[in-house]
């Protein structure tokens, strides 16, 4: 079981940055594929940036250049550090766990684990 936490969000005027960060409880928060996905009035729930147990990251074309995902395993926390907001950035932000399939294949996880924190608003706005 993990639970994590987000931290972070708040109002921040266009070409700001703020930097999130989700706190897991659980000592194999290591096994996991973290991920930040974001959620805007009626769009649908999207990955903006992910981070693999070895540190590899990938981000939505949208963000590219302007976020970056970082993890530090000892501490249990991932981060988003988002630079050069934009007002299409507004969105509530979650942090997600989920055990991939090449992790569940070696025994580290099991495959249908996907946890949820409870979110934080981002607000880009003049």
């Known amino acids: 079981q993990v639970q994590l936490v987000e931290s972070g969000g708040g109002l921040v005027q266009p070409g700001g940055s703020l930097r999130l960060s989700c706190a897991a409880s659980?000592?194999?928060?290591?096994?996991?594929?973290m991920g930040w996905y974001r959620q805007a009035p009626g769009k649908q729930r999207e990955l903006v940036a992910g981070?693999?147990?070895?540190?590899?990251?990938n981000y939505a074309d949208s963000v590219k250049g302007r976020f970056t995902i970082s993890r530090d395993n000892a501490k249990n926390t991932v981060n988003l550090q988002m630079t050069s907001l934009k007002p299409e950035d507004a969105a509530v932000y979650y942090c997600?766990?989920?055990?991939?399939?090449?992790?569940?294949?070696?025994?580290?996880?099991?495959?249908?684990?996907?946890?949820w924190g409870q979110g934080t608003q981002v607000t880009v706005s003049s």
């Open positions: 997600n766990a989920n055990c991939r399939a090449i992790d569940a294949a070696q025994g580290l996880c099991i495959r249908s684990s996907d946890y």
């Open positions: 659980g000592s194999i928060f290591s096994r996991y594929f």
């Open positions: 981070i693999n147990r070895s540190g590899f990251t």
